[in-house]
């Protein structure tokens, strides 16, 4: 091979790296303690302080492109998902933290609404932002325990997926701890991040303390280093300072290098 097409290859590589990695990082951050569900089972200590925390860290990356939502009911946060969608091009990274109730049902995973009766699927949630953006990571720190059912109420909650709705009565919620493995995540174009592994619950943490998916994802965002090495780290570091009860878990891939802390030209290969 010539030295000129050793030195032409090399230089389409490091093009191509360096295109993946000048990809822009947009984030979603929500937070929801609901103070406003008539239901004081729904009560949690510390995710819109946790959501403010994340929000921090990422702005501290330097992440331009960073939107907080705190306490959204179920319209509102219909709307701040379809808008932050709808501001993705095909060259974006879409980062969603969320801190709030998460619960599993007939094997699928919602996010729980402010208002605590509305259930949102989260793999449609996942479609319908990677329809718009390059990649798509979804950070759960969700894994809690579940304030439905084991009572028998009388009460219901509405499932949302995409746009059908059904009603479920509130007692028929699973209430076997954590979320379940997403069953339809294929492709290599998401990362879902759980705060703990599948059939486990992750703690909310003392109140006003935060909870330790959260203080040490907030760390770690700040680090130099890449989105796999994040994740690792962040892993690692909450499966020890909450001496293994707690192992952060992660499902699906993306094909290339995504850095939220600098190094945005200078890819690893």
Same mark, same amino acid.
């Given at each position: 091979?010539?030295?000129?097409?050793?030195?032409?290859?090399?230089?389409?590589?490091?093009?191509?790296?360096? %295109?993946?990695? +000048?990809? @822009? #990082?947009? !984030?979603? *951050? =929500?937070?929801?303690?609901?103070?406003?569900?008539?239901? /004081?089972?729904?009560?949690?200590?510390?995710?819109?302080?946790?959501?403010?925390?994340?929000?921090?860290?990422?702005?501290?990356?330097?992440?331009?492109?960073?939107?907080?939502?705190?306490?959204?009911?179920?319209?509102?946060?219909?709307?701040?998902?379809?808008?932050? %969608?709808?501001? +993705?091009? @095909? #060259?974006? !990274?879409? *980062? =969603?933290?969320?801190?709030?109730?998460?619960?599993?049902? /007939?094997?699928?995973?919602?996010?729980?609404?402010?208002?605590?009766?509305?259930?949102?699927?989260?793999?449609?949630?996942?479609?319908?932002?990677?329809?718009?953006?390059?990649?798509?990571?979804?950070?759960?720190?969700?894994?809690?325990?579940?304030?439905?059912?084991?009572?028998?109420?009388?009460?219901?909650?509405?499932?949302?997926?995409?746009?059908?709705?059904?009603?479920?009565?509130?007692?028929?919620?699973?209430?076997?701890?954590?979320?379940?493995?997403?069953?339809?995540?294929?492709?290599?174009?998401?990362?879902?991040?759980?705060?703990?592994?599948?059939?486990?619950?992750?703690?909310?943490?003392?109140?006003?303390?935060?909870?330790?998916?959260?203080?040490?994802?907030?760390?770690?965002?700040?680090?130099?280093?890449?989105?796999?090495?994040?994740?690792?780290?962040?892993?690692?570091?909450?499966?020890?300072?909450?001496?293994?009860?707690?192992?952060?878990?992660?499902?699906?891939?993306?094909?290339?290098?995504?850095?939220?802390?600098?190094?945005?030209?200078?890819?690893?290969?």
């Amino acid at each position: 091979m010539s030295k000129l097409m050793q030195i032409w290859l090399a230089f389409t590589a490091f093009f191509a790296l360096s %295109s993946a990695a +000048l990809a @822009e #990082e947009k !984030v979603l *951050i =929500i937070g929801i303690d609901y103070t406003t569900a008539e239901d /004081e089972r729904m009560l949690l200590s510390n995710p819109v302080r946790d959501a403010r925390e994340i929000s921090r860290a990422f702005s501290r990356a330097g992440v331009d492109d960073v939107i907080l939502l705190l306490e959204p009911d179920q319209s509102h946060l219909r709307m701040a998902l379809s808008q932050f %969608s709808d501001n +993705l091009s @095909e #060259e974006d !990274v879409a *980062i =969603i933290y969320y801190a709030g109730h998460a619960v599993q049902y /007939e094997g699928e995973n919602y996010i729980v609404a402010g208002d605590g009766k509305t259930l949102i699927n989260l793999i449609n949630l996942i479609d319908t932002v990677n329809q718009r953006s390059k990649a798509t990571v979804v950070i759960l720190d969700a894994c809690r325990n579940s304030p439905y059912g084991g009572i028998a109420t009388g009460r219901s909650v509405t499932l949302e997926n995409g746009n059908a709705r059904r009603s479920v009565a509130e007692d028929a919620i699973a209430t076997t701890g954590g979320l379940a493995q997403i069953g339809d995540l294929r492709g290599l174009s998401t990362v879902v991040f759980f705060s703990t592994e599948p059939g486990n619950v992750a703690t909310d943490g003392e109140a006003g303390e935060g909870s330790p998916f959260a203080k040490v994802f907030a760390r770690e965002v700040r680090r130099r280093q890449s989105l796999d090495d994040l994740l690792r780290r962040t892993a690692i570091r909450v499966n020890e300072e909450t001496g293994g009860q707690q192992s952060p878990w992660r499902q699906g891939d993306i094909p290339f290098d995504v850095f939220v802390a600098g190094m945005k030209v200078m890819a690893i290969p």
